[in-house]
């Protein structure tokens, strides 16, 4: 996550540290970042080949 979320500047507060974390877990990292359990594919995909089927 480190190296991930965009944060080039220091959060002015914490509410603010807390709202881009929060964002970037739920808007990223569990909808689109590519998963090695799931054989290297978002959540995303395999929600819609589940559905697909």
Known sequence: MKTELDARQP???RLAA???VFAFIEGFYNRNR???????RSP???EQGAAAA
């Open 34 to 40: 590519l998963q090695s359990a799931i054989g290297y």
């Open 44 to 46: 995303a995909d395999l």
């Open 18 to 20: 807390k709202n881009a």
């Open 11 to 13: 959060f002015k507060t």
